[in-house]
C-alpha cells in the first residue's frame, strides 16, 4: 500500500512539508507516539499549548503566508438561445417524450 501524502490543510501538514519532515519526525519533536501525532495531523485532535510552545521555533522559521491575488472575473454566461416560436411542435427526438407525457396524464 503507497503512502498517504500530508493533508495541507493543517498547520502541522503544512510545518511537515516545507520542512521535508516524516510523521515520526515531528511526533519526536513534539515528544509523541507517532500514532498519537497521526490524530493531531488528522484535526481529530487538538494540540495542548506546552506541544505548541514546542512548535514556535518551525512555525517561526515558516515564511510569512501570503494571500493568493485575486484571479481574472469570470466572464458571463452566455446568454440562452432565444425559445422557439409557438406552433413549430417539439422536435423529432422529443415525440416518444411527449408521447408518454399525454399517457400519463389521461
Given at each position: 500500500m503507497?503512502r498517504?501524502?500530508?493533508?495541507?490543510d493543517?498547520?502541522l501538514?503544512?510545518?511537515?512539508?516545507?520542512?521535508?519532515?516524516?510523521q515520526w519526525?515531528?511526533?519526536?519533536l513534539?515528544?509523541l507516539?507517532?500514532a498519537?501525532?497521526?490524530?493531531?495531523?488528522?484535526?481529530r485532535?487538538?494540540?495542548?499549548?506546552?506541544r505548541?510552545?514546542?512548535?514556535l521555533?518551525?512555525?517561526?522559521?515558516?515564511?510569512p503566508?501570503?494571500?493568493?491575488?485575486?484571479g481574472?472575473?469570470?466572464?458571463?454566461p452566455?446568454?440562452?438561445?432565444?425559445p422557439?416560436?409557438p406552433?413549430?411542435?417539439?422536435?423529432?427526438?422529443?415525440?416518444p417524450?411527449?408521447?408518454?407525457l399525454d399517457h400519463?396524464?389521461?
Amino acid at each position: 500500500m503507497g503512502r498517504t501524502p500530508p493533508r495541507a490543510d493543517t498547520l502541522l501538514a503544512e510545518i511537515r512539508a516545507y520542512f521535508g519532515l516524516l510523521q515520526w519526525e515531528l511526533a519526536g519533536l513534539l515528544l509523541l507516539d507517532a500514532a498519537v501525532y497521526r490524530e493531531y495531523e488528522a484535526d481529530r485532535r487538538r494540540l495542548g499549548p506546552t506541544r505548541t510552545l514546542r512548535l514556535l521555533p518551525l512555525l517561526a522559521a515558516l515564511p510569512p503566508y501570503v494571500p493568493p491575488p485575486p484571479g481574472p472575473h469570470p466572464a458571463p454566461p452566455e446568454p440562452l438561445p432565444d425559445p422557439p416560436p409557438p406552433g413549430t411542435g417539439p422536435a423529432p427526438a422529443s415525440a416518444p417524450l411527449t408521447d408518454r407525457l399525454d399517457h400519463c396524464r389521461r
